[in-house]
């Protein structure tokens, strides 16, 4: 217990820092700054989903980022053990900054597919599509419930080019690529 597992959560190898700047579009610096703040909060260098949600609500201040965090959480807790790791914490934060700085537009809009697709078989349904879209809206607006069955009608007549009633990877994001209308209502502003 403790020793060799605590410190693999707790430092980061030059490996790591390195994977880190190529996914984020972070400088060094600011990843070593931001992972002494994070040991500062959470010194076993693991975070749950409540302290996930509590960080989401300091980005998003003026909507419900509740149920998106959720979303958001459990497409890195690639475990399933109910914690993240500072990397994997900071892809998800940094994704959430840079999409709306306008950086790499195909690395995030992979991003948006890992965390529509909440049940990880490769494929986007319906049913995920508007769980998604209400948190995205709730995160926002901060209020409750929008009929998106018109969007979601469009997306799926438009792009589920091979008429499987799910969107793959590139269908999603050619998508969002092509389609300012369904990017503005499935991506994070």
Do not use: C
């Amino acid at each position: 217990m403790g020793g060799k597992n605590s410190k693999k959560h707790t430092e980061l190898k030059e490996k790591e820092i390195k994977l880190l700047i190529q996914k984020t579009g972070l400088t060094r610096q600011e990843i070593l700054d931001w992972h002494a703040e994070f040991l500062q909060n959470h010194p076993d260098g693991l975070i749950d989903a409540g302290e996930f949600t509590s960080i989401y609500r300091q980005f998003y201040q003026y909507g419900n980022p509740d149920n998106y965090a959720k979303f958001a959480f459990q497409a890195f807790d690639n475990d399933n053990n109910g914690k993240i790791s500072f990397s994997e914490f900071l892809i998800a934060t940094a994704f959430s900054i840079n999409a709306s700085q306008g950086d790499d537009a195909e690395k995030s809009l992979e991003f948006a597919f890992d965390v529509y697709d909440t049940d990880d078989n490769e494929k986007v349904d319906r049913t995920e599509v508007e769980k998604l879209l209400e948190a995205v809206y709730q995160l926002e607006t901060g209020t409750g419930s929008y009929n998106f069955d018109y969007v979601i009608d469009e997306l799926f007549r438009n792009y589920d080019t091979d008429a499987t009633g799910y969107l793959n990877k590139r269908e999603f994001i050619v998508a969002l690529l092509n389609d300012p209308y369904v990017r503005d209502y499935l991506l994070v502003n």
